[in-house]
């Protein structure tokens, strides 16, 4: 259990357009996902956390006007990159918990290959 | 502020060798979770183990087990009998206990390879 899917895994776009990238749990509600981003060899940085029917709590020098976040189910989150660039080009990878305490584990998903042309 | 620490980059082992990946935090709660994930070249996290701070009982799952010193927040990772499908980037992560907006702290990895 705790199967967690992305989409895309990977996608190739032209500068200035927007990319939206879904999250779903696929067999338990998650109360609460995450969103990361992780450069080349490099560990995951927390971008934002949502909470289903909230608005997502970001993450300092996240631009929340740059990558829009809902969490409109419990089982679905969208991250949309809008007006993408190549330095938003990276590896996006979310994750959703069944609870909205830390007491749960994050179950994550293959991730999103973003690269901007 | 809260940290988590891997001091070994890269490491290397020998099939069907044992190998310890390094992990300290720094931390004023007393009450927290330690975990250890796994990232193959699949790049998806997978949950290793999982370590409740109350517990003194150090965690185990089939050949992963952890040594949880929690004086010395220290937090190591044990894995026996290494197999190749072992390898993959191994990150060390921490979160306060219980509150709803309590994040994952990770730590920089350690990129583990098993040598056939």
């Not at chain 1, 749990?25 to 927390?46: E, I, V």
């Not at chain 2, 099939?15 to 979770?33: H, K, P, R």
Request: with cysteine; charged share 15%; hydrophobic share 35%.
């Amino acid at each position: 259990g705790a199967v967690v899917s992305q989409h895309p895994s990977w996608v190739i776009c032209k500068s200035g357009t927007s990319v939206k990238i879904e999250c779903r749990s696929l067999d338990f509600q998650a109360t609460t996902m995450f969103w990361y981003r992780q450069f080349p060899k490099q560990s995951l940085m927390l971008m934002a956390t949502s909470n289903e029917g909230s608005k997502a709590t970001y993450e300092q020098g996240v631009e929340k006007d740059k990558f829009l976040i809902n969490h409109a189910s419990l089982t679905l989150s969208t991250l949309t990159v809008t007006s993408a660039h190549p330095e938003d080009s990276s590896f996006y990878i979310c994750s959703a918990r069944r609870t909205a305490s830390s007491n749960q584990p994050q179950h994550f998903g293959d991730g999103t290959r973003l690269s901007i042309l | 502020a809260q940290t988590v620490t891997q001091s070994q980059p890269e490491m290397s082992v020998q099939e069907a060798e044992t190998v310890t990946l390094s992990c300290t935090y720094d931390t004023s709660e007393n009450n927290y979770y330690l975990f250890w994930y796994k990232q193959p070249p699949s790049r998806q996290m997978i949950l290793v183990i999982r370590q409740e701070a109350y517990k003194q009982q150090n965690a185990t799952e089939n050949r992963f087990s952890v040594n949880f010193q929690k004086a010395a927040k220290s937090f190591s990772l044990k894995i026996s009998d290494s197999q190749l499908g072992d390898t993959a980037m191994y990150f060390c992560a921490f979160t306060p206990y219980g509150g709803a907006t309590n994040k994952l702290i990770f730590g920089t990895g350690t990129l583990l390879a098993v040598q056939p």
